[in-house]
């Protein structure tokens, strides 16, 4: 089979309504498939203002907005008759699920029962939420679900070895492939370091500028950083909170770290300019499946301090592009942070160390690896009978 033979339903909860680095990996894996000439279907909850213009057809499915504070998201709670007939009418090769929730599950369903192939790619670690939000109790609940779904498909992608090696650890038996991520490199680099604009907010040239990078909720650990930020003060180190970002957390964090320089939002060549203009990334998350604005600040020669958990420890090099340390242990990210702060010649030697690992994540090599995945499966799979397990 050749990639123009191959018609691919791909299922996201949230595929462009509101940018994030999962639904970012989505649309870049589906113009690679585009651009080789593959078939794309793409079935997701929208909205009336979506945060950019989804890559490949996009059929809307219906969808509530999520309770409990995060209505800016949405929730399918099933797979409707409509889109049950779109999906004959497209009579797809593949299913790709991309979120383990109620449509994903049906997906997989309607895939089952027609024996076509299906494909689930971890983007998210979902049941590390509920410790953020006072309902810790549900996590156990949480990984037998996933354990299930993911249990229920032909074949695993995860972004690398640490989540492989966790669904091994909850009982997932499904063959596991890694589906990396890359980054742009043009967009990405030292060379976007701007002073005058970190001057614009209030940071001077000599400043030590510490970088949060993402959407401001709770489940980016934002309790952490806040707390770390404190703690260098009390130290008399001296430093400047610089926040790339939005999110429905924010006044909560900006009380938090009430010196911070809050840049909003920004996106294309203004992104990159601001994380280049970082002297440290601080990414204490520990709901990263690979962390992608750990990659885009390693190629922007920006040292990274990160939490020791999945994502960050395939791609940091301990003490040589970066420091991983115990997810909650404040005093040593401080002491981390402190020494790329008064060590010039350890952050320089990270920040090259970083750039050149980053240069080896490409999109278009690391999204064949899907694309391959794919017409491995149709070629060497089982007949259909026994895909129904």
């Known amino acids: 089979m050749q990639p123009t033979d191959l018609r691919v339903a791909l299922f996201s909860g949230n595929y462009n309504y509101v940018r994030d680095g999962a639904n970012q990996a989505l649309n870049f894996l589906a113009g690679h498939l585009l651009s080789q000439g593959v078939r794309l279907r793409v079935y997701s909850p929208t909205t009336d203002k979506p945060a950019f213009a989804p890559t490949g057809e996009l059929v809307s499915v219906p969808a509530l907005p999520v309770p409990g504070g995060r209505s800016e998201y949405r929730f399918a709670w099933r797979l409707p008759a409509a889109t049950k007939r779109d999906l004959e009418a497209f009579a797809p090769d593949i299913v790709h699920v991309s979120a383990p929730e109620v449509l994903g599950h049906r997906a997989v369903s309607w895939a089952r029962e027609r024996g076509i192939p299906s494909i689930a790619s971890l983007h998210t670690r979902f049941e590390t939420y509920p410790q953020y939000y006072g309902i810790g109790f549900v996590a156990p609940l949480m990984i037998k679900a996933l354990t299930r779904f993911y249990n229920r498909v032909d074949q695993v992608v995860t972004p690398g070895r640490s989540t492989a090696d966790l669904l091994r650890k909850w009982g997932v038996s499904t063959p596991i492939r890694t589906w990396s991520r890359g980054v742009d490199h043009d967009r990405f680099n030292p060379e976007r370091r701007d002073l005058a604009w970190r001057r614009s907010l209030g940071i001077a040239d000599d400043e030590f500028a510490v970088g949060f990078l993402g959407r401001l909720v709770l489940e980016k650990g934002l309790d952490i950083f806040a707390d770390v930020c404190r703690s260098l003060r009390a130290r008399g180190v001296p430093h400047k909170v ?114 050149a690992k980053a240069q080896a994540y490409r999109w278009e090599v690391i999204n064949q690896v899907v694309l391959d995945t794919y017409l491995e499966m149709l070629e060497g799979r089982e007949p259909s009978s026994a895909s129904l397990r």
């Open 242 to 355: 610089l926040v790339i970002g939005d999110g429905p957390a924010r006044d909560w964090f900006a009380e938090r770290v009430p010196d911070a320089a809050f840049a909003g939002f920004q996106r294309g060549d203004d992104l990159g300019r601001a994380v280049a203009s970082m002297d440290v990334l601080f990414n204490p998350s520990i709901t990263e499946t690979f962390g992608n604005v750990t990659l885009e600040a390693m190629a922007a020669g920006v040292p990274v301090v990160a939490a020791r958990a999945t994502g960050a420890v395939d791609l940091i090099d301990e003490g040589v592009t970066g420091f991983l340390v115990p997810p909650r242990e404040v005093e040593a990210y401080v002491q981390a942070i402190a020494r790329l702060a008064q060590e010039p010649a350890l952050h320089r030697a990270q920040a090259q160390a970083g750039h």
